[in-house]
Nanobody, 119 residues
């Protein structure tokens, strides 16, 4: 099992930047593919970005391409989401998630961190 704790959320003006971190417990962090999701008020949770266990493969939802960057440091058991050029529509609770290499869905979730972008 793995436990995930997000941090780095907050209030930022449109055009600003934030970096989210997700710290994972356990010694097998490099065995998990990781992802970031978000859920805005009144909306369904949506996929934002994903990164493979080695960091060699990344994927983004179209709306954040060129603005957000997902990365990981397996030595620190941490995955990051660098968010630049933030927009009001990026306002949401952001969740970190992990899935094992043979899983089709994310098995573990963090508690979420609030990101609010003021326009």
């Amino acid at each position: 099992q793995v436990q995930l704790v997000e941090s780095g959320g907050g209030l930022v003006q449109a055009g600003g930047s934030l970096r989210l971190s997700c710290a994972a417990s356990g010694r097998t962090f490099s065995s998990y593919n990781m992802g970031w999701f978000r859920q805005a008020p009144g909306k369904e949770r949506e996929f934002v970005a994903a990164i493979s266990w080695s960091g060699s493969y990344t994927q983004y939802v179209e709306s954040v391409k060129g603005r957000f960057t997902i990365s990981r440091d397996n030595a620190k058991n941490t995955v990051y989401l660098q968010m630049n050029s933030l927009k009001a529509e990026d306002t949401a609770v952001y969740y970190c998630a992990a899935k094992t290499l043979d899983s089709r869905s994310y098995d573990y979730w963090g508690q979420g961190t609030q990101v609010t972008v003021s326009s």
